[in-house]
């Protein structure tokens, strides 16, 4: 008889997905008809999240969700020896989780895994790289719910404030993306300015600080998800950034600031009387020192003013 989820299962599965048999010798990665025969397998494609999972260790894992109020999910794979389960959500539309993808509709999912791990009192240290496999003969599996999720189907059962940031994990699941693509994109957009080099050397460097970041989670994301996000960056501010752009946008602010501190600033002296003898105006240019932050010579900061 088919099973119309496992084989769902088997579909969604990456083409080389990672593997184990023994999770102390660590994940192999193969071809998908020698991971499918594993114990253990990666059940989600790299930049694409067709299942929300969730590892729940305590005896009656694969049925006290309903004793929670949380969704039913779709897959339970359960450990018959102690009774500890994944359990697996599936969605209609699966979520982008590749740097391109737009942060909106990531920040939501992430709202609703955070949400639905605090309903099932799941382990939070999950990493959601792999997961029990159900074609595994060491497992028992059950089939909740035939029909696909979506996110707000899902959020009906939930108690989230939508995408709202504070509730979302920034070291769990999803909410990794979401802090590393943040964390990485407000340093470049100051490390650019630094030098602006050429792109090569700015990949590099956007991928080396992604990956310093990555590696403060408990449960960091694999190397080529480090890489997704760190390539869109850089890509991003190398389009966008420019250092003649960047000059001639300082020029103009620094400009427009300063004569509407010293008209204020006059102002103010004026209501009183007249200029004060011996006032001094901290605004000016050769107070503020513009050249100096756009790393440029006095002369050439007012050669190109």
């Not at 990665?29 to 991971?35: D, T």
């Not at 709202?111 to 990493?127: P, T």
């Not at 089939?143 to 059962?157: F, G, K």
Request: net charge positive; glycine share 8%.
């Amino acid at each position: 008889m088919t099973n119309p989820a496992l084989d769902l299962f088997n579909d969604r599965l990456p083409n080389k997905p990672y593997f184990s048999d023994d999770l102390h010798f660590g994940v192999r990665i193969a071809g998908k008809e020698r991971a499918i025969l594993a114990k253990y397998i990666q059940f989600n494609q790299p930049h694409a999240m067709f299942w929300l999972g969730f590892d729940v260790d305590r005896i009656g894992a694969a049925i006290d969700w309903s004793d929670r109020n949380a969704p039913a999910p779709t897959l339970s794979i359960t450990n018959p020896e102690n009774g500890h389960a994944h359990l697996l959500y599936a969605l209609k539309t699966s979520i982008r989780t590749a740097p391109d993808g737009k942060m909106k509709p990531l920040k939501y999912a992430a709202a609703v895994e955070n949400a639905l791990c605090k309903k099932l009192d799941a382990d939070v240290g999950y990493s959601g790289l792999i997961c029990k496999n159900p074609n595994h003969g060491h497992w028992k599996i059950a089939v909740w719910q035939p029909e696909l999720y979506t996110l707000d189907w899902l959020a009906d059962s939930l108690d989230l404030n939508a995408a709202n940031d504070k509730e979302i994990i920034a070291d769990y699941g999803l909410g990794r993306n979401c802090t590393l693509f943040d964390k990485t994109r407000k340093w470049a957009y100051r490390a650019i300015r630094q030098g602006w080099p050429e792109y090569s050397q700015w990949l590099r460097a956007c991928y080396e600080r992604a990956g310093v970041y990555n590696l403060q989670f408990p449960s960091p994301l694999d190397d080529g998800e480090v890489m997704g996000i760190a390539k869109s960056i850089a890509k991003w501010t190398n389009t966008q950034f420019s250092k003649d752009s960047f000059i001639d946008y300082v020029l103009m602010t620094h400009s427009s600031d300063i004569q509407a501190i010293r008209g204020k600033k006059g102002g103010e002296a004026s209501s009183g009387g007249g200029r004060q003898k011996g006032s001094i105006v901290l605004t000016s240019e050769r107070t503020l020192k513009p050249w100096v932050n756009l790393g440029i010579s006095r002369s050439s900061y007012y050669r190109r003013k």
